[in-house]
């Protein structure tokens, strides 16, 4: 079977039936990068969770227009994971970004800790990356990328979560959670570790192995949403 190339256009109302037009970015990206001929199928997605399956007619000047075949709607996710992961350097927390949106993080929340040598980061870019491994996973919801927050500002958003961190449980032996906090290269400072405690966060452990921070957030993504 074909694969069926995605697009999200945010906060596009979609109708049930009928033609549309795509102007812009996936217009361009539709006749000129993926040179995808009339008649094949996309999936055209609000970021909400809503696709409209729809035929290529024609392209016209500036425009796609589609044929709408379907109206699909995108299942809950029964559990809505936030990650909270420290800032890396840019190529790190943009692969940590990629990753996590492919397999099924919702939230993305950057934070800066008592280690975090770079306070800074490139938010629309990082949403950008979000929204085309969104995109490529056949996902319909878009994943937030949230402004960077302080570690105490981060606990004041959630009641409980994983905690990564080498002393923990085995991931496999934690119960469920809807945040996951990864720390910097450096590890979390022994105030974080004492606040964490204090917040009631569930320390978790992925092994024996010394990880890399984007290693260990992606890891960590996976294994949360393994869980029931």
């Known amino acids: 079977m074909k694969k069926v190339h ?5 906060n596009l109302s979609l109708p049930e039936s009928g033609e549309m037009t795509v102007v812009g970015d996936v217009f361009s990206q539709m006749k000129n990068v993926l040179k995808l001929e009339p008649g094949e199928e996309v999936g ?3 970021g909400a969770g809503s696709e409209a399956i729809c035929r290529i007619v024609s ?8 044929e709408i075949i379907a109206l699909e709607k995108e299942s809950t996710p029964s559990r809505k994971l936030s990650l909270f992961c420290a800032i890396l350097k840019n190529e790190n927390l943009e692969w ?3 990753k996590a949106s492919e397999i099924g ?10 280690r975090t040598i770079k306070t800074g980061i490139r938010k629309d870019r990082l949403q950008s990356i979000a929204k085309e491994a969104v995109e490529l996973a056949g996902r319909s919801n878009l994943v937030e990328i949230l402004d960077p927050v302080n570690f105490k ?9 994983w905690f990564m961190e080498a002393s923990g449980v085995a991931s496999k032996d934690a119960a469920s959670c809807d945040s996951v906090f990864v720390g910097p290269e450096g590890g979390w400072s022994e105030k974080e570790i004492n606040q964490a405690k204090l917040a ?7 092994g024996e192995n010394v990880l890399r921070a984007e290693t260990a957030a992606t890891l960590a993504v996976f294994e949360a949403l393994q869980k029931n």
Request: aromatic fraction near 6%; hydrophobic fraction near 45%; glycine fraction near 8%.
């Open 59 to 66: 392209y016209e000047k500036g425009g796609a227009r589609l």
């Open 200 to 206: 009631k966060l569930t320390f978790v452990s992925l």
């Open 44 to 46: 055209i997605c609000d």
């Open 6 to 10: 995605r697009f999200i256009i945010q």
């Open 105 to 114: 993080a919702c939230r993305i929340i950057p934070i800066i800790t008592d």
């Open 96 to 98: 940590v970004v990629q």
């Open 153 to 161: 500002e981060a606990l004041d958003m959630i009641s409980g979560g």
